[in-house]
C-alpha cells in the first residue's frame, strides 16, 4: 500500500495498492522473517568477511513452544555452500522471539557484483521432535556497499553511480512533453516489458532509482538477478507543499517506512535507500524521521535524499538551474566541484519537461527560449538535445562525482515502435497488468514482426557517455556545442588534444590500453580517409580517471573535408569503448549537404493508427549553421507537418498515412526528395502496406453508437473509459478526478470535419468540463469545444504547447443528467460551436490544420453518444472574394457583397444554369448552402442545390421551385436520366424574395432528402444515380448562395 495521505499529489503518483495482493497461511508457529547482512569490512580481503542472520519466529498458540532452528545457503543454480549451527529457541506464548547468527565467519562466499550477480538461497527451518513446522527461503547476494570519504565502494572497490531515473506508476504516462518519440506511457506496462527494458539498461547504466516510488516486486527480483544496482526511493515527494507534520502523519510516515526497508532489505541490488525527493526545507522536521525510521530496519546502507544533503551524500538537482541547467556551456570541464567530504550525487539534472530549447534563424543556440511545441521548426531535435545533456555526464564524471543521475532521459535514447501490439494473454492468473492493446510501445516483448528496441541517433553517445571504461577527447568535448561555428585546422598545423581515459569498472585490472587514429570524410561522397595513428597505454585506478596527450599533423592538399579522431579503449586484450569525434574542419568548411534516411517502411497502415506521427530526420552533413530547404513528392495519402524549413544541423518532422480509399492488402510507396538552398537533395522512399480494411470515402467518415458495446477502435490518454447501459449503450469516462483526458478516434491527417456527439454529465465539480476535440495532435495541442463550470461558460479553446488560449466564450446554463447535442465544426481557418442544433460561438484560428476528433472529460463523469464525425469536403464563404474551384454551365456568375461575399447568378433569364464543385466521384454526401433569391422572372422560376450532378443530362435537383398560373409553389426533388426530368416527390411551399433560408440536400445510397432551416421538408429513396459533383441551382432567378458546405457521409 502506498501511504496514508498521498491520494492528492498533483500527478496522482501514489494511490492505493501498488503490487500483487497475495494470500499466505502459516502455521501457528512459523518464521515471520529473516533478514541476511553481509559485511566485508569495507574492503576487498575475504579473509575477514562475516554474515548476519536474524530470523524471526512467532508462536500463536496459547503455550510457550520450543524448536530447532536450522539454516544454509546454497548458490542459486548450484550446490550447497554453507551451513550453520542450529540453534534452539523459545518462544512464549503469543510471543514472538528473534535467532541471531552474528558475524560468522565465511571466507569464501562468492560476491554479487554487477557483472557476476551470484545469488544464495538462505533455507531456514522450525523443527520439533524431528518434524518440519514451518521453513522458509531468503534470497540475497553476498556484497557490500559503503561510504568512504568521498565516494562508494562496492565490495571494498570504488564504485561511481551512474544512471537514471525509472518510474512505473505515472498515472497518465511520460510528463516530458508532447515529443512524438518520447509519449510512451508506462502506467500499464507488463512485467516482460520491464525485463525488457532492464535488460537495455545494463548495456548502458548501472544504477537506477525508483522515483517517487512505485518500483514492482519483479523489478527488485530481476535487478538482483542481473546485476542493476537500484537505490529504492519512497513516495514522498514535495512533501512540504501537499501534507503535514504533525504527530499522526510523523507516525505513519515512520511506520510505513521501516516497514517499506524491512520487506526489500535481502535485495542485494538495493544498494542505497532514498527517503524522498524535492522534500526541500524538512531536514530538521520531515528528513529526521525517514532516515530513523530506515535505520530501525537496516543500517547496512546508505541513506540519501535527492535533492538534499544526509550524513552519507550531498545530492543536488538542479546545479546551474531548472531544467536546462548549464546546457552547452564552454567551460565543460571546469562547471562542476566535487565535495570534499562526501559523495557529490546529481538527479534531475537536465529534464525537456518545461519545454526544449530552440535555435535562432542564424542557427545559433537560444536557450532562453524552450518549447513543447514539438513541430515548431525552430525546435532542436531529439538527438541534439540527448547528445548536449550526455556531454553534461562527462563534466560530472570529470569533477568526480560518485552518483550521476538523470530524470528519465534515458527514453530518448530510443524511438517508439510505430505500431499498435495486441497482447495475446494465455494465462490470465500470472501476476502483473495485462494490457490488450499497448500503442507505440518503446519496448516490444509481443511480436516478432517488429523490434524488441529501436535505438536513436543519440544512443551511441549516451552509451559511451556513461561507458565504465571510456576515452574521452576533451578538447572535443569542450568544443562540442550547439550552434557553434566548426573549428578550422589549416593543413600542415599540428593538433594537441588530451584524452581524458576513466576506469569506473570493478573487474579486469587497471591497465587500459588506448588507440587512436585520425582521418578525415569528404561530406560529399561520404569517403573517409585516415592519415596518422597512435596509442598509449595508461594505469588507471578503480573509480578513477587518468589524462593523456596526444598530437598529430594536418594533412596537407586537403580541404573541405571533416576532421575526425577515432578512440578505442581495451582491458585485457577486450574491446570496452569506441567514439569517432568531429574535430572541425580541414582548410575550410564544407559546403551545406542535406542527407536523409535513405528508406522508412511504416509497415502495415489502416485508419486507426492513420494519426500516428512517423519522423524523418533532415541532417546537414556539410557546413554551415543554416540552410533553407524544401520538399517535392508529398500529397496524396502522405501529408507532411512541414514541406519547407531552416535545417539548422539536424531537424524532426514528421509524416502521417492516411489509408482512406486505398486498395486493401497492398503494398505503397511515395519518395520524398529534400533540396536545400545550395543546391544538395537526398531523397527518402516511404513505404506501407494497407490491411484488409483500409477505409473508404472521400476523408473516412465514422459514426459510433456503442451498441456492439465495444469501444475497441478509441484509444484514450488517460482516465478510466468503459462503454455502459444508460438507456442505450455510451461510452463513459468514470474518473472525476482525471483532468483533461479524452478518447480519440480517426486520422490525423483529417482536416475539415464536422464532430457531433450526444454529452451527458453525472457530475461536475466547481473547476470541471465537457466536451469535444478536433484536430486533436497530443493533449499539449488541439483544439476544445467544451462546456467550464468556472463561469458557466461554453467555450472554444486552443491549446499549443501546452498552454490554453481561449477563442470565444458565453455564458451557458448546464445542468447535470440531461442530454446535449454538441457540434464542433473546424473549417479552414473557421471554427464553430453548436448545441442543440444552435450555433453558440464562432472563432477564426489557423494554428492546427488537421488532427484527430475526440470526446473529452475535465474532472467530469461524463457520457458521450451517438458520435458522428462528417468531413468537408468543400467549404466556401466566398469571403476571398472570389469563386476558385468553382465551374459554371451558363449564367452570369460572379462573387459580390451582400454584408458579406456571397456568390451570385445575376441573370434571371438564364434557364437552368449551375455552379459546380467536386469530383465526378463524389457519392455520398450532403451539401448545404444559404440561399436568397433576389427575384424571379415570373413564375417557372427556382433556386436550389443539385448533387450527383454529371452532367446537363443527369443529376438531382433540390429546389425551390415558384408555379405558373393555377399551380402550387413546391419543394421538390427531382431527378433528370438521359436528358429527361421528373419529379420524384414535391411539397407545397412559399418562399420570400430578399430572404436568406438554409437548404440542404442529402444523398447518401439509395435515400435523398431535402431540409430547409434544419428541417426535413421532403424524403425519397431512388437509385439512378450513384456519384457527382455538388452545385448550385439557379432557374430564370436572381440567386445568392454563401456558406456552402459539402460533409462526406
Same mark, same amino acid.
Given at each position: ?658 489509408? /482512406? #480509399?486505398?486498395?486493401?492488402? $497492398?503494398? *505503397?510507396?511515395? +519518395?520524398?526528395?529534400?533540396?536545400? %538552398? !545550395?543546391?544538395? =537533395?537526398? @531523397? ?60 480519440? /478516434? #480517426?486520422?490525423?491527417?483529417? $482536416?475539415? *470535419?464536422?464532430? +457531433?456527439?450526444?454529452?451527458?454529465? %453525472? !457530475?461536475?465539480? =466547481?473547476? @470541471? ?281
Amino acid at each position: 500500500m502506498y501511504p496514508i495521505g498521498l491520494d492528492n499529489m498533483s500527478w496522482g503518483q501514489g494511490r492505493g495498492i501498488k503490487d500483487d495482493v497475495r494470500l499466505v497461511a502459516y502455521p501457528k508457529l512459523y518464521i515471520a522473517d529473516t533478514q541476511v547482512v553481509t559485511n566485508l569490512q569495507n574492503n576487498a580481503d575475504p579473509s575477514d568477511d562475516v554474515i548476519q542472520i536474524v530470523t524471526t519466529v512467532v508462536n500463536k498458540t496459547s503455550t510457550s513452544q520450543t524448536a530447532t532452528v536450522k539454516s544454509a545457503a546454497t548458490l542459486v543454480g548450484g550446490t550447497l555452500e554453507k551451513s550453520f549451527a542450529d540453534q534452539s529457541v523459545t518462544v512464549p506464548a503469543g510471543g514472538t522471539q528473534t535467532v541471531v547468527w552474528n558475524n560468522i565467519s565465511w571466507t569464501n562466499a562468492k560476491y554479487w557484483w554487477t557483472h557476476d550477480p551470484k545469488l544464495y538461497n538462505l533455507g531456514v527451518s522450525l523443527v520439533q521432535s524431528d518434524v518440519t513446522v514451518d521453513s522458509s527461503t531468503t534470497r540475497f547476494g553476498f556484497r557490500e556497499f559503503t561510504k568512504t570519504s568521498n565516494y562508494f565502494q562496492l565490495n571494498g572497490i570504488k564504485t561511481n553511480l551512474r544512471g537514471d531515473a525509472l518510474q512505473f506508476n505515472w498515472r497518465a504516462g511520460s510528463a516530458h512533453g508532447s515529443i512524438p518519440s518520447a509519449s510512451q506511457s508506462f502506467k500499464d506496462s507488463n512485467i516482460a516489458q520491464v525485463k525488457k527494458l532492464m535488460d537495455e539498461w545494463v548495456k548502458t547504466y548501472n544504477v537506477a532509482r525508483t522515483h517517487v516510488g512505485g518500483a514492482i516486486d519483479e523489478l527488485y527480483d530481476y535487478a538482483d538477478e542481473i546485476g542493476l544496482l537500484i537505490i529504492d526511493e519512497t513516495p514522498f515527494w514535495q512533501y512540504q507543499v501537499t501534507q503535514g507534520f504533525g504527530t499522526t502523519a510523523m507516525s505513519n510516515v515512520s511506520k510505513w517506512t521501516s516497514q517499506w526497508v524491512a520487506a526489500r532489505r535481502n535485495h542485494p541490488s538495493i544498494v542505497m535507500w532514498s527517503g524522498g525527493n524535492e522534500n526541500w526545507g524538512t531536514e530538521s522536521s520531515l528528513l529526521p524521521v525517514v532516515t530513523t525510521a530506515i535505520q530501525s530496519a537496516d543500517t547496512s546502507r546508505p541513506i540519501m535524499q535527492d535533492d538534499l544533503e544526509t550524513d552519507w551524500e550531498f545530492n543536488d538537482h538542479y546545479t546551474g538551474g531548472y531544467p536546462i541547467g548549464f546546457m552547452n556551456h564552454a567551460n565543460l570541464y571546469g562547471l562542476y566541484t566535487n565535495n570534499a567530504t562526501k559523495p557529490r550525487g546529481e538527479g534531475e539534472a537536465y529534464t525537456p519537461s518545461q519545454g526544449w530549447p530552440t535555435l535562432n534563424a542564424d542557427g545559433s543556440y537560444n536557450g532562453a527560449t524552450l518549447t513543447k511545441d514539438h513541430l515548431n521548426d525552430n525546435i532542436v531535435s531529439q538527438a541534439v538535445w540527448h547528445r548536449a545533456t550526455d556531454r553534461m555526464v562527462r563534466a560530472m564524471r570529470y569533477a568526480g562525482f560518485a552518483d550521476i543521475r538523470y530524470y528519465a532521459d534515458w527514453i530518448y535514447a530510443y524511438e517508439p515502435i510505430e505500431a499498435t501490439l495486441y497482447p495475446a494473454w494465455s494465462d490470465m492468473t500470472a501476476p502483473g497488468v495485462k494490457p490488450v492493446k499497448i500503442d507505440r510501445p518503446v519496448v516490444n516483448v509481443f511480436s516478432s514482426a517488429y523490434p524488441t528496441v529501436i535505438p536513436s541517433d543519440s544512443y551511441e553517445y549516451t552509451k559511451n557517455s556513461f561507458s565504465p571504461v571510456a576515452a574521452f577527447d576533451k578538447v572535443g568535448d569542450q568544443n562540442n556545442r550547439i550552434g557553434v561555428a566548426p573549428t578550422v585546422f589549416a593543413g600542415g598545423s599540428a593538433a594537441s588534444r588530451t584524452i581524458i581515459v576513466y576506469n569506473d569498472e570493478q573487474r579486469d585490472g587497471t591497465s587500459i590500453n588506448v588507440n587512436w587514429e585520425a582521418g578525415y570524410v569528404d561530406p560529399a561522397t561520404n569517403a573517409y580517409t585516415s592519415f596518422q595513428t597512435g596509442s598509449f597505454a595508461a594505469t588507471v585506478a578503480y573509480g578513477s580517471k587518468t589524462e593523456q596527450a596526444i598530437s598529430f599533423t594536418v594533412p596537407t592538399g586537403v580541404s573541405a573535408k571533416w576532421l575526425t579522431l577515432k578512440l578505442t579503449a581495451s582491458k585485457g586484450g577486450v574491446q570496452k569503448f569506441q567514439e569517432t569525434n568531429q574535430l572541425g574542419a580541414i582548410g575550410s568548411v564544407p559546403a551545406p549537404k542535406i542527407s536523409v534516411t535513405p528508406a522508412i517502411n511504416v509497415g502495415v497502415k489502416n485508419p486507426a493508427n492513420a494519426s500516428q506521427l512517423h519522423k524523418i530526420k533532415l541532417v546537414n552533413k556539410g557546413g554551415g549553421l543554416s540552410t533553407n530547404w524544401t520538399v517535392a513528392g508529398q500529397g496524396g495519402f502522405l501529408t507532411l507537418t512541414q514541406t519547407s524549413g531552416n535545417l539548422r544541423g539536424e531537424h524532426e518532422l514528421y509524416f502521417t498515412i492516411n489509408t /482512406n #480509399g486505398l486498395s486493401p492488402n $497492398t503494398a *505503397y510507396t511515395r +519518395t520524398l526528395t529534400f533540396t536545400e %538552398a !545550395s543546391g544538395s =537533395s537526398a @531523397s527518402v522512399v516511404v513505404s506501407f502496406t494497407t490491411d484488409a480494411n483500409p477505409g473508404g470515402g472521400a476523408s473516412g467518415n465514422f459514426t459510433d453508437d456503442f451498441e456492439d458495446g465495444s469501444a475497441a477502435d478509441w484509444t484514450t490518454n488517460g482516465g478510466t473509459w468503459a462503454v455502459a447501459t444508460d438507456g442505450s449503450k455510451v461510452l463513459r469516462q468514470t474518473d472525476a478526478a482525471a483532468t483533461n483526458v479524452s478518447a480519440l /478516434n #480517426g486520422s490525423g491527417t483529417l $482536416t475539415d *470535419y464536422e464532430l +457531433t456527439a450526444k454529452v451527458k454529465a %453525472a !457530475s461536475l465539480g =466547481s473547476l @470541471s468540463g465537457i466536451g469535444l476535440n478536433a484536430r486533436f495532435q497530443d493533449t499539449s495541442n488541439t483544439y476544445n469545444f467544451q462546456y467550464y463550470t468556472a463561469g458557466n461558460l461554453i467555450k472554444i479553446q486552443k491549446a499549443v504547447g501546452g498552454t490554453w488560449t481561449t477563442l470565444a466564450s458565453k455564458a451557458f446554463t448546464f445542468n447535470t443528467g440531461t442530454w446535449y447535442t454538441f457540434k464542433a465544426v473546424a473549417v479552414g481557418s473557421t471554427l464553430e460551436f453548436w448545441v442543440n442544433g444552435v450555433k453558440e460561438l464562432t472563432a477564426t484560428d489557423s494554428t492546427f490544420a488537421s488532427g484527430q476528433f475526440g470526446l473529452n472529460a475535465h474532472r467530469a463523469d461524463a457520457s458521450f453518444d451517438d458520435v458522428v464525425v462528417s468531413p468537408v469536403l468543400l467549404a466556401d464563404d466566398f469571403e476571398d472574394g472570389n469563386a476558385n474551384g468553382w465551374t459554371t454551365t451558363g449564367g452570369t456568375w460572379a462573387t459580390a457583397t451582400d454584408g458579406t461575399y456571397v456568390y451570385r447568378q445575376s441573370d434571371n433569364t438564364a434557364a437552368n444554369v449551375h455552379a459546380l464543385a467536386g469530383t465526378a466521384s463524389w457519392d455520398n454526401y450532403a451539401v448545404t448552402a444559404r440561399v436568397k433569391a433576389g427575384s424571379f422572372n415570373g413564375t417557372y422560376s427556382g433556386i436550389g442545390l443539385d448533387a450527383r450532378y454529371q452532367d446537363a443530362n443527369n443529376q438531382y435537383n433540390f429546389t425551390y421551385y415558384s408555379g405558373g398560373s393555377g399551380t402550387v409553389s413546391t419543394l421538390k426533388i427531382s431527378k433528370c436520366i438521359g436528358g429527361t426530368w421528373s419529379d420524384i416527390v414535391t411539397v407545397p411551399f412559399t418562399m420570400t424574395t430578399g430572404t436568406w433560408y438554409t437548404f440542404q440536400a442529402v444523398a447518401n445510397g439509395s435515400s435523398l432528402s431535402f431540409w430547409v432551416n434544419g428541417t426535413q421538408m421532403l424524403s425519397v429513396t431512388d437509385t439512378s444515380l450513384t456519384t457527382g459533383k455538388a452545385g448550385l441551382s439557379s432557374h430564370r432567378a436572381q440567386s445568392n448562395f454563401d456558406d456552402v458546405r459539402v460533409l462526406d457521409l
